[in-house]
């Protein structure tokens, strides 16, 4: 009988081990397989938010890519007598916005972009993928009063100052952070007869959108002196 109870009771012993090493993998197995889980999710993720970036990525260069084909073919706007018939080339698909006001300030104000151009008298300013404005006084006068209120400006907002050449006419170039739109822009002051011509861009707080098609317009400029 003794040897009896004793088996027995050693084999409980072993029976409670078994159960206890099979409870333990139990518990081990369901931890790793949430740990795997979370980490296979958070790998997916990742991949998701990769693929999905990538995404972006490709629409965008698609989208210049058409933009682009689609501006290949220029047109040629050429201003009245009365401005010295200004000639410059721009995106033949681009929308348009003229205002003439001969004897005023800003006697002359071209606006052209990919998209329609929509002003709202609310705000002062409507940005531009390329604006041209002739101003009825000198340059010397336009530029000093650039320049003292680039002064004023502190960083990120001061623009960068630079000599520059439009139609073989010496001028000033500004380019950076534009206070009042808070965004990239870039702007050309250029003595034109007795009057002044300024020809600018605007872009995005991190992008300057239009400096291709800014610099290949630049370019187009016919002044006559």
Do not use: C
Request: hydrophobic share 35%; glycine share 4%; aromatic share 12%.
């Amino acid at each position: 009988m003794d040897d009896l109870e004793e088996n027995s009771n050693n084999n409980d012993k072993i029976w409670k081990i078994i159960t206890g090493l099979v409870a333990v993998l139990f518990v081990a197995s369901v931890v790793f397989t949430i740990i795997f889980g979370v980490r296979v999710k958070n790998n997916n993720k990742v991949k998701d938010k990769e693929i999905q970036d990538n995404l972006v990525v490709q629409e965008k260069v698609l989208r210049n890519e058409f933009q682009q084909e689609k501006e290949q073919d220029d047109i040629q706007y050429t201003t009245s007598d009365y401005f010295g018939n200004l000639k410059f080339n721009f995106p033949k698909v681009w929308a348009t916005n003229i205002v003439i006001n001969e004897g005023g300030g800003e006697e002359f104000i071209f606006m052209t972009d990919p998209n329609l151009i929509v002003i709202d008298k609310k705000t002062p300013y409507t940005p531009t993928a390329l604006k041209v404005v002739v101003y009825k006084n000198r340059y010397e006068e336009v530029l000093k009063d650039w320049e003292s209120k680039n002064k004023g400006f502190k960083p990120p907002y001061k623009l960068k100052e630079e000599d520059t050449v439009v139609s073989e006419i010496q001028g000033k170039k500004f380019s950076g952070l534009y206070k009042e739109t808070k965004n990239l822009y870039t702007m050309t002051i250029i003595p034109y007869r007795d009057k002044t011509l300024l020809i600018s861009t605007d872009g995005t707080q991190t992008e300057d959108t239009y400096k291709r098609q800014y610099e290949k317009i630049l370019s187009s400029f016919e002044l006559r002196k």
